[in-house]
């Protein structure tokens, strides 16, 4: 549906080899290139994971499906800009249970007057949804109560934190995919019927060209944040909260929402809190400890004040909604007005109130 943005690849090298001082249009054409990447990642992935099993099938997904982040995220860190690596892996959390999720409510309610979906799925994801913010929570609250002293040990904690998330996410994936399989079970099969799936050296030839664009995008879109949020009066943290995270996250936006438009609310609520807890549980730790080997130093999960609460609160209204298992347009719009609220908060809050967390 967008892959008439691939032909910002090529603009995006000329303006890099050619014009390398239009940092904000180095940055927009960048950005915009990796969304249509993204999606055809996805996909490969997708195709991919027909032929592997359920069960590495799910690895596939945790691995690929947020590859875009996961790049972004380790171009960041090689230019030791972690306050953007900290605010893209929140905006994807906010970004995925906030506004995906709450854009396809919308879709799905006006056309379908009310959508069910499996509550057991639902209830366990937003239980670990709930993890996910108490591991980002407590270094913080750690490093506020210990103060000067709790940088000794800020990094330690959070590989071991990190260690404990993945263990999570990975006996979640034993759980939802083989000890109780059946109580995941939706009411819909996915994929048409008469879809000719790929073979697999296509799904592999896609899937290694499109991490190899993805990594040359990012490692210029990366490039160009710090001169590109200047010349546009935005905080790093807002430009990692918002704008990298959508432009991360394009693949799931589109497909939750083309999802719930043909009533299979319960595929789009998996696409989006699924990704959130992929970001949340695998991403951010694997970040982590790739951080002490491409970044000038190790970097650790105390995130800003501001981070910690929207997570906090986006979980909170989630959880809310998901607990019924239906859902309608209100509930959408609940959504995207509190994902507004808080772009609002990260857009006008001033970088030198943020200065002393994002330093870490």
Do not use: C
């Not at 690929?64 to 953007?84: D, K, P, Q, T, W």
């Not at 030839?205 to 190899?212: D, F, I, S, Y």
């Not at 909260?241 to 929402?257: K, L, P, Q």
């Not at 951080?291 to 209204?317: C, H, K, N, Q």
């Amino acid at each position: 549906m967008l892959n008439w943005l691939l032909i910002l690849v090529p603009v995006t090298v000329a303006l890099e080899l050619l014009a390398p001082d239009l940092h904000t249009l180095i940055f927009a054409s960048a950005g915009l290139a990796i969304v249509p990447l993204a999606g055809w990642l996805g996909r490969a992935t997708d195709q991919l994971s027909r032929y592997t099993g359920e069960g590495a099938g799910a690895l596939l997904n945790a691995a690929f499906g947020n590859a875009a982040e996961l790049i972004i995220g380790a171009m960041a860190l090689r230019e030791g800009l972690y306050s953007v690596v900290k605010a893209s892996i929140t905006g994807s959390i906010l970004g995925n249970i906030l506004f995906v999720l709450g854009a396809a409510a919308v879709a799905g309610g006006i056309r379908h007057k009310e959508q069910t979906f499996n509550t057991t799925a639902a209830r366990s994801q937003a239980t670990l949804l709930t993890l996910a913010s108490i591991a980002m929570i407590m270094p913080a609250a750690f490093s506020a109560l210990a103060g000067p002293a709790a940088r000794i040990s800020e990094g330690a904690l959070s590989l071991v934190i990190s260690a404990v998330l993945i263990v999570a996410y990975g006996l979640n994936l034993l759980f939802s995919l083989y000890t109780h399989r059946q109580l995941f079970q939706g009411a819909h099969q996915p994929g048409p019927a008469d879809e000719r799936p790929w073979s697999v050296r296509r799904s592999v030839a896609v899937l290694a060209g499109a991490t190899a664009l993805v990594a040359w995008m990012s490692e210029i879109l990366v490039g160009s944040v710090e001169p590109a949020a200047r010349a546009l009066g935005m905080s790093r943290i807002f430009v990692g909260v918002i704008i990298v995270a959508i432009v991360g996250n394009a693949a799931e936006h589109s497909t939750a929402v083309l999802m719930a438009w043909r009533n299979r609310m319960e595929l789009a609520i998996g696409i989006s809190i699924g990704s959130s807890l992929q970001i949340a549980l695998f991403v951010a730790p694997v970040l982590v400890f790739s951080s002490r080997f491409l970044g000038p130093r190790p970097m650790d999960l105390v995130f800003t004040p501001a981070e910690v609460l929207a997570v906090f609160v986006a979980v909170l209204i989630t959880g809310q909604i998901a607990a019924d298992g239906k859902s309608n347009w209100i509930e959408g719009v609940q959504l995207l007005a509190v994902y507004l609220i808080l772009a609002l908060v990260f857009y006008l809050l001033p970088e030198a109130s943020l200065e002393p967390a994002a330093a870490r």
